[in-house]
């Protein structure tokens, strides 16, 4: 009896098998041989039949030959990604292409050769051809794939279903999406010269990580999971000794498991640095995450004195891993620390293809801590005495918001309520009628509203005297936090009081309704804090104050600074005291 290995779909459904079987006259296993299937050829099931010990019969034809060639056996555990695919589907009522071009040779682009300048680019950027493939394995998964044209708004597969294939992109553009608890995110974009799909066939169980729409119409190359398996799927030896061990200590990486970080040593990539040398510039665009595996590197911003210094095994340029376009830039400069580093580099193209998108929601609360352990507040750091754990403590309890263009977060005249730090995007502060004063420009890492963790015993919450507004094309992304928020977790209240005697202790404003981060840029550009304090006429003209302008400290843009019109002397500030909590 043969009993090959192979892949079949339900009756009347498509099979490619993967060695070569003897045809039989009938079901019957000892029946008269008529003829052999060679591996590799696309078959037409006509009736499937279950037998016991775990083997299945098929009755096969070709597309071209309605009169069946014969009947082949084969082990039933193997059974089809689209067979399983379909009882998926059905219980969901979804429909898709659903990787059913493995089974389905009338999707089929013939014309399009597995060799044309298109598939060698695509080839060349995939991590899984890199290393030690021979030319005749990539000739034989050359041979393999499959070109199938895409529509536009087709499913290629949802989000759990059996993987069966990985692709390449030869043309259009493909959106990968990711349902966490019924919320759908947008985790990449695909287009020419890009692959996947392959991150789930490196491992040995779960379905599809990510749903894949076709937003623009093209073409992909279809690869099958048994040549993945065959070809592809063992690692070749990695290019940096004791990477594996290494890996396992650092903090991103946590989450994955053995077999997938093994996957992902594969995609990096040892680079030295010398002493002053620069790894990455602030502002360009981030395509790979780095892991510093000896030396240190610090960080350096453009107009700021503020610098990190990072030691292993510590990882940096998260922000590579985001989805968002207009996250995906450099925030500070990395250079090389005394003596030199080594860094891993990853680029996110490979990790993507290696682990999926595991790492994703990793690299946002790693970056979130890190931009945290950058915002200064009255003239210190916010988060001074806090360890990591209690960072990433005081991250949990804040919520992120978004703000479009000339949306008001906070309006002059309001009491400080929420305490905002910027993540992404930027914000103005403006003051007088119609908001039309320009005070300051603020971007990520600066934070406003610092009144509202003052004490809330014995000081008087003075109204603000200016608004803050939402600016330019791209959303203003925020964390905030409340004072209640903030005290409900016990192993922050050290902090905060800390944070709130300092806060009274200076002379920022704070106390006045001016945020520090605005007093500290006018005073900064020579304006006037006391200007800056004063109250407000009702009907005042605009002709009867002067102006002044003067470079703002963040990036060159000009600030208009309201100079002294003789008004009413500011607010008295209240005592500094040390805070009680009620």
Known sequence: MDQPTGSADAATGWAVFRSKLKMRADVSLDSEVVGELSAGTSVRITELQDLPNGIQRAQVALESAPTPLGWVSFRSELLSPSSTASSSSSRSGRKSVREMMEWSPRLYEPNLSAGCSEWVGAVGRCVLFDGHRSPAEVRFVQQAARAMATREGETLYFQDDAPSMMY??????????????????????????????????????????CTVNVLEAGIVWGIPRHVVNWKLKIPPPL?????????????????????????????????????????????????????????????????????LTMHPPESFGESALFAEDELRVRGASIIAGAGGAVILAWAVSAIEALVGFELQAASHALFNRKMMESVRCSKRLLVE??????????????????????????????????????????????????????????????????????????????????SIVASGTSPLVVLTITLSTLLAAEELRGWWEHLAHGLLAT??????????????????????????LSKQKDGAKDNERASRVAKDREGGNEVELVAAAPAAAPEAQSPACRPRVR
């Open 168 to 209: 390449l992109v030869h043309s259009g553009t493909y959106r990968a999406s990711v349902d966490c608890r019924g919320s759908i995110t947008r985790a990449r974009d695909y287009g020419p010269g890009d692959s996947f799909g392959s991150c789930e066939l490196l491992c040995t169980m779960g379905g599809r990580s």
């Open 239 to 307: 290019m940096v000794d004791g990477i594996l061990h290494f890996c396992q200590s650092v903090r991103l990486f946590s989450t994955i498991n053995k077999e997938r970080l093994q996957q992902l040593c594969r995609g990096a990539r040892q680079r030295k640095f010398s002493e002053g040398e620069v790894v990455c510039t602030q502002g360009d665009l981030a395509s790979e995450l780095y892991v510093l595996q000896s030396g240190t590197v610090a960080t350096s911003q453009t107009n700021s004195d503020f610098s």
């Open 385 to 466: 005495t806090l360890s990591k754990d209690q960072i990433d403590r005081l991250l949990s309890s804040m919520t992120e918001q978004t703000f479009t263009d000339k949306e008001v977060l906070v309006a002059e005249g309001d009491v400080d309520e929420t305490f905002f730090i910027i993540k992404s995007g930027e914000a103005v502060a403006k003051r007088g009628a119609g908001n039309r004063s320009l005070l300051a420009t603020l971007r990520r890492a600066d934070c406003f509203g610092e009144a509202a963790l003052m004490p809330t015993e014995g000081h008087r919450r003075a109204k603000r005297k200016m």
């Open 507 to 532: 002379s920022s404003g704070v106390t006045s309704g001016v945020d520090s981060v605005i007093a500290e840029r006018v005073q900064e550009t020579g304006g006037s804090l006391s200007n800056l």
